[in-house]
């Protein structure tokens, strides 16, 4: 569930797709295939998606290094399994704070401002990164 509402049978495929592609079960292993799949997946509201997508941005499987946006998605997953109770918290809890541990306090402020503010999409990037198209959703307020 994601907001109190039931994950798509879509997203869900979408996660395990793109752990598929992460791990080689099935197919040939491809980091970029498992961050589109996973992009994919967070966005609809997938916790395990989310923090998954945070560590490929943390390790830079797939996709540049990139604490800030590590540190976003693991963020935005820890606020969902706080909401179930889940014991994978204390997972998410430790990326956030090997990640917070390479910004500083100015970064970390803004990426949870970001990670706070976050909205699924209704739009995913292609692959290629087609220009208009967006990843997902935050509101500057």
Do not use: C
């Not at 693991?74 to 917070?100: H, N, S, T």
């Not at 541990?101 to 692959?127: C, F, H, L, V, Y």
């Amino acid at each position: 569930m994601a907001n109190g509402k039931p994950s798509s049978i879509r997203d869900l495929t979408r996660k395990l797709v793109g752990e598929w592609y992460r791990d080689g079960r099935g197919v040939t292993q491809s980091d970029t295939e498992a961050f589109y799949w996973l992009s994919k997946a967070a966005n609809g509201e997938i916790p395990d998606a989310q923090f998954a997508l945070g560590e490929l941005y943390e390790t830079g499987r797939g996709v540049a290094p990139n604490p800030t946006e590590a540190y976003v998605w693991y963020a935005i997953a820890a606020k969902a399994y706080g909401r179930f109770g889940d014991a994978k918290e204390a997972l998410v809890r430790a990326g956030l704070d090997r990640v917070a541990g390479t910004m500083s306090p100015e970064e970390r402020g803004k990426a949870q401002k970001r990670a706070d503010n976050w909205r699924p999409a209704e739009t995913i990037t292609a692959r290629g990164g087609a220009s208009g198209i967006t990843t997902s959703i935050f509101d500057a307020h």
